[in-house]
Every structure is written in structure tokens, then in C-alpha cells.
């Protein structure tokens, strides 16, 4: 989503530079280079904190008032797996964001295991700052590692109840994983009634190339309606689904009830499919 807001370099993203002597005369490292990353920059306005990756596209929001609320309606419907599953075991989230997704999750499911990974460390940093991630306990890992080595690793298959997958870069142009590969992965971390939410941009062409990857990958893939300035969230199960809408609107007057969700939009967007 394109917002325009004045950014402000986090603080968590400043580092002293090195001194000049002293890293002239130090010998080049052998080990592997790592990754650049865009700056981790703010905004705020209206009560609202925003993510930057040091350009006008938001890439998370929180309300300071309200830091376990979902403030952005496509993050919202980043949780319409709850439709499918009202007890998961296991939550994983690609792409930390502002942890809104995250800290819902650990918040809304106390019996659930809560994992995010994320490869950049600033980001990590400003969700602990200023975007009230909670501290790492049984229940909750924040990982700092590459989201395609963590769903590669043969440990996860069949292991995740709810899989949300939201990976943009500064660009914000569409996700930075989007290989059937990847998603063949994503499908065979599912247990067997795993559902996976991922974020598109439905303006560019990525879109198409993702639907694509996604239904060589899965038995089916459903999208819900675009939201802002062009997010999709696209649904996708391990196994093909036949709707009950009775009982789909049914549990998501409950999740409205239990958490202020517009889930009922969210049966309304899946039934636009059939």
C-alpha cells in the first residue's frame, strides 16, 4: 500500500561508523557477505506508527493505543485462516513486519506455538522498540534467518496449522519469494487441514506469476477482495475444501465477537470464488 508520510530514520536502524584507521588496516574477511538491506525507517500520524524500508510504501502499522490490534485491513485478512481453524497448534509468520500478525496470534491462541522469521535484523530490533512485540518464551520465536531456508528445512513438513506469508522488500512491488518451488514448500510444511494466507499486490505483474506458482503448488487457491491500494490475500489449501457458508458465517460471527474482525467480509470474499 502507498502511503505518503515524512519518514524518520529508526533509531534501532543507526549505527556508529567504523573508525578509520583502525578498519583500513584490519585484513579482508573470508566470510560470506551479507545481505544489504533498505534502512528501517517510521512514520507516524493520526495515533498511527508506520513501517518503511526507507520509501513511502508502508510495510506495517500499529495503532499506539491499541499495540495487539490489527490496524491494516489486508493484515486482517491475513488471519481469515481462522474461518478453517479455530485451535491451531502451530502459527508461523513469514516476513515480520510491525509483528501485528504475530503478537495477534500469540495473543489470540495461548495454546499455540508462535514462530516469525525474518532475515532483517533492524526489523527485529524496531518491533522490539516500537512496535511492542513481546519477549521470545515457549511459545513465541522470532528467527532471524532466510524464510526459503527455514520452509526448505525437512523438520517443518507437515508440522504448521496456519501459515502467513507476507515477504516484500523496499520496493514493495510483490513478494521477494514467489518460485512454485517455494510454494511446493509452503504446501508440504502444511499439516493436512493447513491453510496458507499469503500477501499479493494485484496491480503488478508478480500477481499473476504468484496465482500461478500457488495452484501448481496447492489443491486450491482462493482470493479475497482487493483491499487499499491493490493488496490480495490469497488463500491456499494442502487439501481441496467444499464451503459450508452457513457454518463459515456461523464461526465468523464468533471470531467478530471474540476479536472485532470483519470476518464476515472474509466469507463474503471466499464465496465470490464459487
Not at 560470506?32 to 498511527?48: C, H, M, N, W, Y
Not at 516484500?168 to 517455494?182: K, Q
Amino acid at each position: 500500500m502507498l502511503i505518503r508520510r515524512k519518514s524518520i530514520e529508526a533509531q534501532a536502524n543507526t549505527k556508529a561508523g567504523p573508525g578509520p584507521d583502525k578498519e583500513k588496516s584490519k585484513p579482508k574477511s573470508a566470510a560470506p557477505r551479507k545481505p544489504k538491506f533498505a534502512p528501517v525507517t517510521l512514520s507516524e500520524q493520526d495515533g498511527i506508527r508506520y513501517l518503511h524500508f526507507g520509501t513511502e510504501w508502508v510495510q506495517g502499522a500499529m495503532r499506539i493505543r491499541k499495540p495487539d490490534a490489527i490496524e491494516l485491513e489486508y493484515a486482517q485478512q491475513m488471519m481469515s485462516w481462522m474461518l478453517f481453524n479455530d485451535a491451531p497448534e502451530n502459527i508461523v509468520q513469514l516476513g515480520l513486519g510491525t509483528a501485528a500478525l504475530t503478537k495477534f496470534s500469540y495473543r489470540q491462541f495461548p495454546e499455540a506455538r508462535v514462530t516469525a522469521v525474518e532475515l532483517n535484523p533492524s526489523v527485529i530490533a524496531i518491533c522490539n522498540s516500537m512496535f511492542k512485540l513481546p519477549s521470545e518464551d515457549d511459545r513465541l520465536s522470532i528467527l532471524e534467518m532466510d524464510a526459503n531456508d527455514f520452509i526448505n528445512d525437512p523438520q517443518r513438513a507437515g508440522t504448521i496449522d496456519a501459515l502467513q506469508v507476507d515477504l516484500y522488500d523496499a520496493t514493495a512491488r510483490g513478494p521477494v519469494l514467489d518460485t512454485p518451488e517455494f510454494y511446493v514448500a509452503c504446501r508440504d510444511s502444511l499439516s493436512d487441514n493447513g491453510v496458507m494466507t499469503v500477501n499479493l499486490f494485484g496491480d503488478h505483474p508478480s500477481y499473476a506469476k504468484n496465482l500461478k506458482a500457488m495452484r501448481y503448488a496447492f489443491d486450491q487457491v482462493l482470493s479475497l477482495p482487493e483491499v487499499h491500494d491493490g493488496n490480495v490475500v490469497a488463500l491456499a489449501f494442502k487439501k481441496k475444501i467444499v464451503p459450508d457458508f452457513t457454518a463459515l458465517y456461523e464461526r465468523a460471527a464468533a471470531i467478530t465477537a471474540a476479536t472485532k474482525l470483519p470476518a464476515k467480509s472474509w466469507v463474503n470474499g471466499i464465496k465470490s470464488n464459487f
